[in-house]
């Protein structure tokens, strides 16, 4: 799992350790040190904690003019053990949605399994977005089919056109266009 690290060429746009609306606002990377692990695999130093044992995030752009924020995501989401959502939700989303942040990005291939629970996070998160919209983009088949089995899918749009195959050949902002008019399409139906 060390040889994953986080898509790097959108660093050229933006850098959540520089951004000061960011959560991970002034955090100092050491690429030499090794330190996070995953269930005793150690991750990439550029992952970002965030509350949760076996899940780390990184916020790969924000732009608060338009709303939205992609984030990419390594490990394994469990709602079960961990609570992952809760963690999630309180301490990274909430803190987006204070700037103004209603569209959320998130990249799950990378994503190992999932564990569910119960969808109140999920429906809480879906409610303060009001007129954003959460995408779950190139999660695997079986993390579909389990985050289906808790209805997730009712609150985090994913499957089908959001397997977006080539979405590293995309500068951040051709990508939000990209989902937002998916999720557009999707909401006219």
Not at 18 to 42: Q, T
Not at 130 to 159: H, L, Q, R, T
Request: with cysteine; aromatic share 18%; hydrophobic share 40%.
């Amino acid at each position: 799992m060390h040889t994953i690290t986080p898509y790097e060429r959108w660093n050229q746009y933006y850098n959540s350790s520089y951004d000061d609306r960011s959560p991970f606002a002034g955090k100092e990377y050491n690429y030499d040190l090794y330190s996070e692990n995953i269930y005793g695999y150690y991750i990439d130093p550029a992952w970002d904690f965030f509350g949760s044992e076996t899940l780390y995030i990184k916020i790969l752009f924000a732009d608060y003019d338009r709303g939205f924020a992609v984030m990419e995501m390594i490990g394994e989401w469990n709602d079960a053990i961990n609570n992952d959502i809760m963690q999630l939700k309180r301490n990274i989303i909430e803190h987006m949605i204070d700037f103004g942040v209603n569209k959320f990005a998130l990249v799950g291939e990378n994503i190992m399994n999932f564990h569910g629970s119960d969808d109140c996070y999920y429906e809480e998160w879906f409610d303060d977005v009001e007129d954003g919209w959460i995408a779950g983009v190139n999660f695997k088949d079986f993390v579909i089919d389990e985050m289906k089995n808790y209805n997730i899918d009712n609150y985090i749009n994913m499957s089908g056109s959001l397997q977006i195959e080539k979405w590293r050949t995309l500068p951040p902002l051709r990508f939000f266009e990209v989902v937002n008019s998916l999720i557009a399409r999707r909401l006219a139906i």
